[in-house]
């Protein structure tokens, strides 16, 4: 059905770009004559560069999302911060990146230093990667978020034991 979608715009595109250009040169597109060939050319190096355009774009937004979403608490546990793996294997892969190097922002002995009351709780690393996985998905690719978006907030419900007792 996504792709019908997608044909169906690329195909709307086309005809309004033909409209364009026949208002502009005030000569019917279609009243230029190419050989077959040529067009079937020209349709394949548009199409191929949409989707050349569409890679980079997503490449740099994944770029960008890593660069800034390296910490972060899930329901209310600790703040954990980590670092990004470049890999194309592993079970926690999410556009060519995984969660490494997990840990709490500031280590547990230093929290409860008998000065102050820490609330939280720690969580699986294997949780937590699940989690940074999931909302990297989200984050990027906009069909898939309305999808995620439940889960998501269902995990941070588990997550949080002020409203439950901890499932794991």
């Not at 364009?20 to 060939?37: G, K, R, T």
């Not at 600790?78 to 280590?107: F, L, Q």
């Not at 949780?127 to 439940?150: E, G, H």
């Amino acid at each position: 059905m996504n792709t019908l979608k997608r044909i169906l715009y690329e195909v709307g595109i086309c005809v309004i770009g033909t409209y364009i250009y026949s208002l502009v040169s005030n000569q019917s597109f279609w009243e230029i004559h190419l050989p077959l060939w040529v067009w079937l050319t020209i349709i394949i190096v548009l199409t191929v560069l949409f989707y050349v355009v569409d890679y980079i774009i997503t490449r740099y937004r994944v770029k960008k999302l890593i660069t800034d979403f390296t910490e972060c608490t899930f329901g209310d546990s600790y703040v954990y911060t980590w670092k990004y793996k470049r890999t194309y294997t592993g079970r926690y892969n999410a556009y060519g990146y995984e969660a490494t190097d997990i840990h709490t922002k500031t280590p547990l002995s230093e929290m409860n230093n008998g000065k102050k009351f820490v609330c939280g709780h720690e969580v699986p690393e294997e949780t937590i990667k699940m989690f940074i996985q999931l909302i990297l998905i989200a984050s990027i690719d906009k069909k898939m978020r309305n999808k995620l978006t439940p889960v998501l907030e269902y995990l941070h419900w588990t997550e949080d034991s002020q409203k439950h007792s901890l499932l794991h």
